[in-house]
């Protein structure tokens, strides 16, 4: 957690004038300074930091006072600091974190969500197109029948059997037909461009040129539903609940560290530091009879300076421990009662939610029971239109029908036949509905993100 090194060089130039014999020279006093200080910080998990520093210095003066003209300084410390109540199992930074890692989370489950939510819309723009195809060919099998209605009727008029105005009514028939089959080729036209915006890319040069084939056409296969099982897949995996399990968790993490807050801020402390100084020593005899002259000389180097660090020449040390408590309410007691709400909001919303979730999954299982029912009546609604066309088909040529008759029975087979497919699109897409709704929300849903408690 939080590293970071720091380096900083100084150089430095101080002139002053002199203004007193204590001055340390007669005109003037200058210095120069260059110093190198590099530093490392670090926190740790628990709570605490430490940090090492180096730093190192040259010096050089013309003042008589000092007895070092150039002296090399070295030291090194070392500070640790640890929080043993308040800020020990959770501060500000880890809570951050932690909060951060379930937001990213809550975005990984919101980016599934989108993902079923389009491939349920891919599906579904499928089986329109699967359905409109089929739908056209009921009618042109219906205008097919029409024409075939057109050619006895003209058959009979010629030999004389029918009168001619029933030629009329046929041709009447016949346009309607062809009218059925200009709206269902548009209806492809329509489901296929949906479809091609969901899966294609629109900057391909060939975007709106691509024809899409379906390899599936709508068929019906019963199955049955485990109710159930299918509210219990739902309340565990659902992206709507995990996002809220999720945030019901990370609104528990800044209870806790807002409970933490309330604690005495108890912090341990150490510091620990080596010193090391050389250079060229001159020691002054100010108040001699020889005016300040130098007695003897000796120099250290540098390397002599960096052993009084390694041979721990002059350690310095300090331990303490610093204890403070607010008196009185406290602004952390305010945050800890609001979050605590929160907390009970959440956990609230999250049993409505649940409650909505099984009531949802119910709803979609109820509409793959009754459009499954829907399609064995309308197939059976189908067969008996079949039946009935049939039977006025062999009465008009036994002259004991009308062509109305048998118009109105092509109409019913045309009409019973696309309600049929429009049960088994009606099946295929509650399938689909009943599988979405154990991963996500049918309509979408929104996005969740904690804030960090401060």
């Not at 995996?237 to 807002?258: F, G, H, P, T």
């Not at 066309?389 to 019913?412: H, I, M, P, Y």
């Amino acid at each position: 957690m939080g590293a970071g090194p720091d380096h900083a060089v100084l150089a430095k130039r101080n002139n002053q004038p002199s203004t007193g014999f204590l001055s340390g020279s007669a005109t003037s006093t200058h210095s120069n300074q260059f110093a190198n200080n590099v530093s490392i910080e670090q926190s740790v998990k628990s709570g605490g930091s430490y940090s090492v520093g180096w730093d190192s210095a040259r010096v050089t003066t013309n003042s008589i006072l000092s007895s070092y003209p150039t002296q090399l300084n070295s030291s090194l410390a070392l500070s640790v600091s640890q929080p043993l109540v308040r800020n020990f199992k959770v501060d500000a930074t880890r809570n951050q974190l932690y909060v951060t890692q379930k937001n990213r989370e809550i975005a990984d489950v919101q980016l599934q969500q989108q993902v079923v939510v389009t491939t349920r819309s891919v599906r579904n723009a499928y089986w329109d197109l699967a359905y409109a195809r089929a739908s056209l060919q009921v009618a042109q099998q219906a205008l097919e029948l029409a024409n075939e209605s057109l050619r006895n009727t003209r058959a009979r008029v010629e030999i004389g059997t029918t009168p001619p105005i029933d030629i009329t009514e046929a041709q009447a028939e016949v346009a309607n037909r062809e009218e059925a089959v200009i709206i269902a080729e548009a209806q492809i036209g329509t489901s296929e461009d949906t479809l091609r915006t969901l899966i294609y890319n629109p900057n391909s040069p060939d975007f709106w040129t691509l024809h899409i084939e379906t390899t599936d056409a709508p068929v019906f296969n019963p199955t049955s539903v485990d109710v159930d099982g299918a509210v219990r897949n739902a309340l565990d995996k659902r992206s709507d609940l995990v996002q809220s399990k999720k945030s019901l968790e990370a609104n528990d993490l800044n209870l806790k560290y807002l409970r933490n807050q309330t604690l005495p801020d108890v912090r341990a402390q150490l510091d620990y530091g080596l010193t090391g100084v050389g250079g060229t020593y001159v020691p002054r005899n100010i108040f001699g009879t020889d005016g300040g002259a130098t007695v003897t000389q000796s120099d250290r180097g540098y390397i002599s300076v960096l052993g009084d660090l390694v041979n721990n020449a002059y350690p310095r040390w300090t331990a303490q421990v610093n204890i403070a408590y607010p008196i009185g309410h406290s602004q952390q007691e305010a945050s800890l009662a609001q979050s605590r709400l929160q907390y009970n909001q959440t956990l609230t919303q999250l049993k409505n939610q649940q409650l909505q979730v099984a009531t949802q999954v119910r709803e979609s299982a109820r509409q793959v029971v009754t459009n499954q029912k829907r399609v064995e009546t309308t197939r059976a609604a189908r067969e008996f239109a079949r039946s009935r066309l049939d039977a006025e088909q062999r009465k008009f040529a036994a002259g004991t029908s009308t062509n109305f008759l048998v118009f109105q029975a092509q109409r019913d087979l045309a009409q019973a036949a696309n309600n049929e497919l429009r049960a088994i699109l009606d099946y295929q897409k509650s399938l689909i509905d009943l599988e979405t709704v154990q991963q996500v929300p049918l309509n979408g849903g929104g996005t969740t993100t904690v804030a960090a408690a401060r």
